[in-house]
């Protein structure tokens, strides 16, 4: 059950942008109340939770996540335009996933340390420093996202493997990451480091292809 409630977590992260952190915390602001509160009523719909164990999970008692779940399922049947707008953002973000785990891993690359926070930080910087202007950059955007979120998350472990970090990426998000680093301006300058390990990462996808 923990690593369902875990799944579900991860995943209404990466789908409306918001740290894991930030959703477990004690942070009131609309934005990340509301998907606190999304959270909660999808993993509540799973049918072997323990109430108990979720609300260890999300730092929350009984009662506040029995709350958070009501309160969704509520709006969701009046047809409020929000939590209807983000159950729809999500039912989508979770269909991509599926397609994407059943994509094929075409490269593995290995990373030590430095040389993945140093990817980590550049793709975030990247990230927030370029917006999509159309649709087909935000559907680029957003799988490269997904790999950033996949790679934070590997920095995220203490203590290195000893045989380094190893990053999988399947065709859909080799492609993606490289139409996107192509179109991106990077300072090289600020970044001489990080830069040179994302250069090594698109050299590689373009020897592949």
Do not use: W
Not at 119 to 135: A, G, H, Q, S, Y
């Amino acid at each position: 059950m923990k690593d369902r409630v875990i799944d579900i977590l991860n995943d209404v992260c990466a789908c409306f942008e918001v740290s894991k952190e930030a959703l477990l915390s004690r942070d009131r602001r609309q934005e990340i109340a509301d998907v606190r509160h999304f959270a909660v009523y999808e993993i509540m719909k799973t049918d072997d939770l323990k109430l108990k164990a979720l609300a260890t999970i999300m730092r929350r008692d009984r009662t506040t996540l029995m709350y958070s779940s009501k309160l969704v399922e509520n709006l969701l049947s009046i047809k409020d335009r929000k939590f209807v707008t983000m159950e729809r953002k999500f039912f989508a973000y979770q269909h991509l996933k599926k397609e994407q785990e059943q994509d094929i891993v075409i490269m593995k690359i290995k990373l030590n340390r430095a040389q993945l926070e140093g990817v980590e930080l550049l793709m975030r910087v990247l990230l927030n420093e370029n917006k999509p202007k159309d649709i087909a950059e935000l559907l680029v955007r957003d799988i490269v996202y997904k790999l950033y979120q996949k790679i934070r998350a590997k920095t995220e472990v203490i203590g290195c493997p000893r045989s380094g970090y190893g990053v999988s990426l399947t065709n859909q998000e080799a492609m993606a990451f490289y139409i996107y680093y192509q179109n991106v301006e990077v300072d090289a300058e600020g970044y001489k480091y990080e830069a040179f390990q994302l250069q090594r990462i698109f050299a590689e996808i373009d020897r592949i292809y």
